[in-house]
């Protein structure tokens, strides 16, 4: 048994996020030992109400007992207590919880959420916290999917490097190459966040139309990137950082004034725009041209995206369901996978991830 009471071998591991697009919680089955992926099982999405999204939003940003948190807590618990619980025959359960403020050279980052009581209420072991420990000691704490990646691309049987890209609220890029057994191993991974992704679009969309997102990109694809806004973007001293790094939602604060002159059509196009080209710079740290790139979360969906990667990139672009993977649920399935690492003391994350000083398994273990 490990410290989390689950069986030796493979388990059946259920996991929950609640990311940065603040749409919803998904949540999923993984079979995995903790180290390869062994199948994949039952899924399922509760999207938050637009009062609940609206509860998340004005808790952006905040800290513990600032005003805010307290509602947000309430929302996040309630959501995923209705969906985990819809779960049958899982062993152990990984809970992210809802970032709602992340600066880990600062004051740390803060993800509202209970694992205790969410253990006691599902009658399962729960793994959730999972940055914390990253953060103390001296890693960025995001992103933390790429050693799930990893466990993906030798999964798919990839023989050569490939990129996964999840364009979620924040864009992060994972570099692997799957040649190498372990994904804390040198030269195994190199992830970082790439720039802002869907979340300026959407809250462009909610501000000016009421709107949750642009569907099928319908609005951009109407519209023409300003290139002035764009290549001031481009001028934000994050993208020369060298990686590891990561960013809070809201880390481009101007890019809403960037953009703030233009037409509806226009300012989605520029913002897509940018989150295009911030995947760019991103790529030119990759120590390696990948073979292919696979793109998950909500930007798969949206075909201008897509087509401003594959323009400007020199390798395949597709959406990771072309490898037989859940776009909607990788991240849930990785904190699956990653609680049965922590219960069987893996490491999480590793420097060339999240630039924590060594190899390190993150995650408090509460049972029920």
């Given at each position: 048994m490990s410290k989390a009471g689950i069986k030796k071998g493979p388990v059946r591991a259920l996991g929950a996020m609640s990311g940065t697009s603040l749409d919803g919680v998904d949540a999923a089955v993984v079979v995995t030992d903790g180290v390869e992926i062994l199948g994949f099982g039952e899924s399922d999405y509760r999207p938050y109400t637009p009062e609940e999204r609206a509860v998340l939003h004005r808790a952006l940003g905040q800290w513990p007992n600032d005003p805010g948190v307290a509602p947000a807590n309430r929302v996040v618990m309630a959501a995923h207590r209705e969906l985990m619980g819809r779960f049958r025959d899982v062993e152990i359960a990984?809970?992210?919880?809802?970032?709602?403020?992340?600066?880990?050279r600062g004051r740390g980052t803060h993800q509202v959420g209970e694992g205790d009581t969410l253990a006691a209420d599902l009658g399962l072991p729960?793994?959730?916290?999972?940055?914390?420990?990253?953060?103390?000691?001296?890693?960025?704490?995001?992103?933390?999917v790429p050693f799930f990646h990893h466990a993906c691309a030798r999964w798919i049987g990839a023989g050569a490097p490939l990129v996964f890209l999840n364009m979620g609220g924040v864009g992060n890029l994972t570099w692997v190459d799957p040649r190498i057994?372990?994904?804390?191993?040198?030269?195994?991974?190199?992830?970082?966040?790439?720039?802002?992704?869907?979340?300026?679009?959407?809250?462009?969309?909610?501000?000016?139309?009421?709107?949750?997102?642009?569907?099928?990109?319908?609005?951009?694809?109407?519209?023409?990137?300003?290139?002035?806004?764009?290549?001031?973007?481009?001028?934000?001293?994050?993208f020369s950082r060298i990686p590891p790094k990561s960013l809070d939602r809201n880390a481009f604060p101007e890019m809403m004034s960037l953009v703030g002159e233009l037409g509806d059509a226009d300012a989605a196009a520029t913002l897509t725009g940018m989150a295009a080209a911030a995947v760019l710079r991103g790529m030119e740290h990759c120590p390696e041209a990948p073979d292919r790139?696979?793109?998950?979360?909500?930007?798969?969906?949206?075909?201008?995206?897509?087509?401003?990667?594959?323009?400007?990139?020199?390798?395949?672009?597709?959406?990771?369901?072309?490898?037989?993977?859940?776009?909607?649920?990788?991240?849930?399935?990785?904190?699956?996978?990653?609680?049965?690492?922590?219960?069987?003391?893996?490491?999480?994350?590793c420097p060339s991830t999240t630039g924590v000083r060594m190899s390190v398994g993150g995650g408090q273990v509460s049972r029920p």
């Amino acid at each position: 048994m490990s410290k989390a009471g689950i069986k030796k071998g493979p388990v059946r591991a259920l996991g929950a996020m609640s990311g940065t697009s603040l749409d919803g919680v998904d949540a999923a089955v993984v079979v995995t030992d903790g180290v390869e992926i062994l199948g994949f099982g039952e899924s399922d999405y509760r999207p938050y109400t637009p009062e609940e999204r609206a509860v998340l939003h004005r808790a952006l940003g905040q800290w513990p007992n600032d005003p805010g948190v307290a509602p947000a807590n309430r929302v996040v618990m309630a959501a995923h207590r209705e969906l985990m619980g819809r779960f049958r025959d899982v062993e152990i359960a990984g809970f992210h919880g809802q970032t709602l403020a992340h600066d880990p050279r600062g004051r740390g980052t803060h993800q509202v959420g209970e694992g205790d009581t969410l253990a006691a209420d599902l009658g399962l072991p729960v793994v959730w916290d999972f940055r914390t420990s990253d953060v103390e000691l001296g890693g960025e704490g995001a992103p933390l999917v790429p050693f799930f990646h990893h466990a993906c691309a030798r999964w798919i049987g990839a023989g050569a490097p490939l990129v996964f890209l999840n364009m979620g609220g924040v864009g992060n890029l994972t570099w692997v190459d799957p040649r190498i057994a372990r994904p804390e191993d040198e030269g195994a991974v190199l992830a970082f966040d790439t720039g802002p992704a869907n979340a300026p679009i959407n809250d462009l969309l909610l501000a000016r139309r009421g709107l949750d997102y642009d569907e099928d990109g319908k609005l951009a694809m109407t519209g023409r990137v300003e290139t002035g806004a764009l290549e001031l973007f481009l001028d934000d001293p994050y993208f020369s950082r060298i990686p590891p790094k990561s960013l809070d939602r809201n880390a481009f604060p101007e890019m809403m004034s960037l953009v703030g002159e233009l037409g509806d059509a226009d300012a989605a196009a520029t913002l897509t725009g940018m989150a295009a080209a911030a995947v760019l710079r991103g790529m030119e740290h990759c120590p390696e041209a990948p073979d292919r790139l696979f793109v998950t979360g909500g930007g798969r969906k949206n075909p201008v995206l897509m087509e401003m990667l594959s323009v400007s990139l020199d390798c395949p672009v597709l959406p990771v369901e072309e490898a037989g993977l859940d776009g909607d649920m990788l991240e849930a399935q990785a904190f699956g996978y990653l609680a049965v690492r922590v219960a069987r003391g893996l490491p999480t994350s590793c420097p060339s991830t999240t630039g924590v000083r060594m190899s390190v398994g993150g995650g408090q273990v509460s049972r029920p």
